[in-house]
Nanobody, 124 residues
Framework: QVQLVESGGGLVQAGGSLRLSCAASGRTFSSYAMGWFRQAPGKEREFVAA????????YYADSVKGRFTISRDNAKNTVYLQMNSLKPEDTAVYYCAADLTLGLTVAAGNYDYWGQGTQVTVSS
């Protein structure tokens, strides 16, 4: 079992920044990959970024590449999503997820555990 708790969401103006955190517990954090997804009202959940167990392999969605940075601190059992140059279309509930397989994937269906989500709202 893995428990995930996101924090750091909020309301920000376009062009601003936020840093999301996701604290994990339950299994050895450094043994699995982590991902960030988001879901806007009326839309399907979409991939944002993913990082493997060591931080050596990272994937980003094209829509956030160059603006968002995913990182992890295995000593703190935490994964981060630094979001810069935010746009109104980034408004969504952001979820972190844990993938206990050995690979790194962008497919939501491959993730085993999910947090409760944190709201990010970007005003224009």
């Amino acid at each position: 079992q893995v428990q995930l708790v996101e924090s750091g969401g909020g309301l920000v103006q376009a062009g601003g920044s936020l840093r999301l955190s996701c604290a994990a517990s339950g299994r050895t954090f450094s043994s699995y990959a982590m991902g960030w997804f988001r879901q806007a009202p009326g839309k399907e959940r979409e991939f944002v970024a993913a990082i493997n167990w060591s931080g050596g392999t990272i994937y980003y969605a094209d829509s956030v590449k160059g603006r968002f940075t995913i990182s992890r601190d295995n000593a703190k059992n935490t994964v981060y999503l630094q979001m810069n140059s935010l746009k109104p279309e980034d408004t969504a509930v952001y979820y972190c997820a844990a993938d206990l397989t050995l690979g790194l994937t962008v497919a939501a269906g491959n993730y085993d555990y999910w947090g409760q989500g944190t709201q990010v709202t970007v005003s224009s």
